[in-house]
């Protein structure tokens, strides 16, 4: 923890000053991408404690205002108010084949089988990923949960109680954070404690623990065997999904970790 702290405390001093599955084509035109095939998302959601069927109308909507029609959407919804759930396409082999990259907006905290993880971690590997709030914490007590943990880049057990807090822009020249303000007060939400980093992450925005009394990664990017992947535990309430800085962020790691950006 001590090494971790004094990571994200020397970076802040380093600022300048129901089983279905549902094809949904995005028709809204854009031309900023217009050259390239459309991208191919899964969205996989469901599980306990947020109102995920609220956040899947709130996300599917701003990547068809902001994506039109270059975006085509497969959205996995299942185990609503089941934190044990284990997602039935994950289950299979190649799973993430057919897909550009895949948001997981889930709340499968309490899975503990060990094997599942593993094997949807190593079918995922190729396939990149964006992760937001309770994704970080889904599979988590899958003990050993080591391939989650190295996938994200961290490993992060707990949170502090939900607040508004402050949300500081790291790295304000990066293409994720564009538009980001230097400092973002977030709606209520939860700051994720993190207890070890697992791998080389690029935090982009940092949050203040006020119950631990140190600064943790909330924006960050990582990249894994040759697949990139993008995370942020901001996103408990639906407020958050409707404000534009949030979705901004979440529209643009989308095209971070596809390389479009």
Same mark, same amino acid.
């Given at each position: 923890?001590?090494?971790?702290?004094?990571?994200?405390?020397?970076?802040?001093?380093?600022?300048?000053?129901?089983?279905?599955?549902?094809?949904?084509?995005?028709?809204?035109?854009?031309?900023?991408?217009?050259?390239?095939?459309?991208?191919?998302?899964?969205?996989?959601?469901?599980?306990?404690?947020?109102?995920?069927?609220?956040?899947?109308?709130?996300?599917?909507?701003?990547?068809?205002?902001?994506?039109?029609?270059?975006?085509?959407?497969?959205?996995?919804?299942?185990?609503?108010?089941?934190?044990?759930?284990?997602?039935?396409?994950?289950?299979?082999?190649?799973?993430?084949?057919?897909?550009?990259?895949?948001?997981?907006?889930?709340?499968?905290?309490?899975?503990? @089988?060990?094997?599942?993880?593993?094997?949807?971690?190593?079918?995922?590997?190729?396939?990149?990923?964006?992760?937001?709030?309770?994704?970080?914490?889904?599979?988590?007590?899958?003990?050993?949960? @080591?391939?989650?943990?190295?996938?994200?880049?961290?490993?992060? $057990?707990?949170?502090?109680?939900?607040?508004?807090?402050?949300?500081?822009?790291?790295?304000?020249?990066?293409?994720? $954070?564009?538009?980001?303000?230097?400092?973002?007060?977030?709606?209520?939400?939860?700051?994720?404690?993190?207890?070890?980093?697992?791998?080389?992450?690029?935090?982009?925005?940092?949050?203040?623990?006020?119950?631990?009394?140190?600064?943790?990664?909330?924006?960050?990017?990582?990249?894994?065997?040759?697949?990139?992947?993008?995370?942020?535990?901001?996103?408990?309430?639906?407020?958050?999904?409707?404000?534009?800085?949030?979705?901004?962020?979440?529209?643009?790691?989308?095209?971070?970790?596809?390389?479009?950006?």
């Amino acid at each position: 923890m001590d090494i971790l702290q004094n990571n994200m405390q020397n970076k802040y001093k380093s600022i300048p000053g129901m089983l279905f599955l549902v094809s949904i084509f995005l028709l809204f035109s854009t031309n900023s991408f217009s050259q390239d095939p459309p991208i191919r998302i899964l969205l996989a959601t469901g599980g306990g404690w947020h109102d995920y069927e609220s956040q899947e109308i709130l996300l599917t909507r701003a990547i068809e205002e902001h994506l039109g029609e270059q975006a085509i959407i497969t959205v996995l919804h299942e185990g609503n108010s089941e934190p044990d759930h284990h997602l039935s396409v994950f289950q299979e082999e190649n799973w993430a084949a057919g897909y550009n990259v895949v948001i997981h907006n889930t709340g499968f905290g309490r899975v503990t @089988d060990p094997e599942f993880v593993a094997q949807f971690v190593k079918h995922h590997k190729g396939t990149p990923a964006v992760l937001i709030h309770a994704a970080i914490h889904s599979y988590r007590f899958a003990e050993p949960a @080591d391939p989650w943990f190295r996938f994200i880049g961290l490993r992060s $057990m707990r949170h502090e109680a939900q607040r508004e807090f402050e949300v500081e822009n790291l790295e304000p020249e990066h293409p994720i $954070m564009a538009g980001f303000p230097d400092s973002w007060v977030s709606p209520v939400d939860e700051v994720y404690v993190v207890e070890e980093l697992w791998g080389e992450i690029t935090p982009l925005a940092l949050g203040w623990g006020m119950e631990t009394e140190t600064w943790y990664p909330v924006i960050w990017t990582h990249e894994i065997e040759n697949t990139r992947v993008f995370a942020t535990t901001l996103g408990h309430n639906n407020e958050t999904f409707e404000k534009p800085e949030f979705i901004n962020v979440i529209i643009n790691g989308i095209l971070w970790a596809v390389d479009r950006l």
